[in-house]
Nanobody
Framework: QVRLVESGGGLVQAGGSLRLSCVAS????????MGWFRQVRGKEREFVAA????????YYADSVKGLFNISRDNAKNMMYLQMNSLKPEDTAVYYC????????????????????WGQGTQVTVSS
């Protein structure tokens, strides 16, 4: 069974930075596309960023492009989301997700395309 666990969330002032981490267990992630989503209570989960299994291709939501950076370290079975210049509207629970099929499409942006999900980590940006 694949398990994803996020960490690194917390409270930060507007303009600050946070680095989220996602560690996978149960299988190696090196052949699976992965991504980050976020959800505000009462709203739908939204796509934030995606990364190919090799890490060479990335894709971002327009709202975070140029501010957030997604990366992965397959040797450590980990994925990261570096978030800079945070704004109050970035406040949400952030989830990491993994494709269920190996060597699939490089980039997945839709929630239903992902099979495995973490439990989420809260990010709160104060104004």
């Amino acid at each position: 069974q694949v398990r994803l666990v996020e960490s690194g969330g917390g409270l930060v002032q507007a303009g600050g930075s946070l680095r989220l981490s996602c560690v996978a267990s149960g299988r190696t992630i090196s052949s699976y596309a992965m991504g980050w989503f976020r959800q505000v209570r009462g709203k739908e989960r939204e796509f934030v960023a995606a990364i190919s299994y090799s890490g060479t291709t990335t894709y971002y939501a327009d709202s975070v492009k140029g501010l957030f950076n997604i990366s992965r370290d397959n040797a450590k079975n980990m994925m990261y989301l570096q978030m800079n210049s945070l704004k109050p509207e970035d406040t949400a629970v952030y989830y990491c997700a993994s494709d269920g099929s190996s060597w699939g499409p490089d980039i997945l942006v839709r929630e239903y395309e992902y099979t495995y999900w973490g439990q989420g980590t809260q990010v709160t940006v104060s104004s």
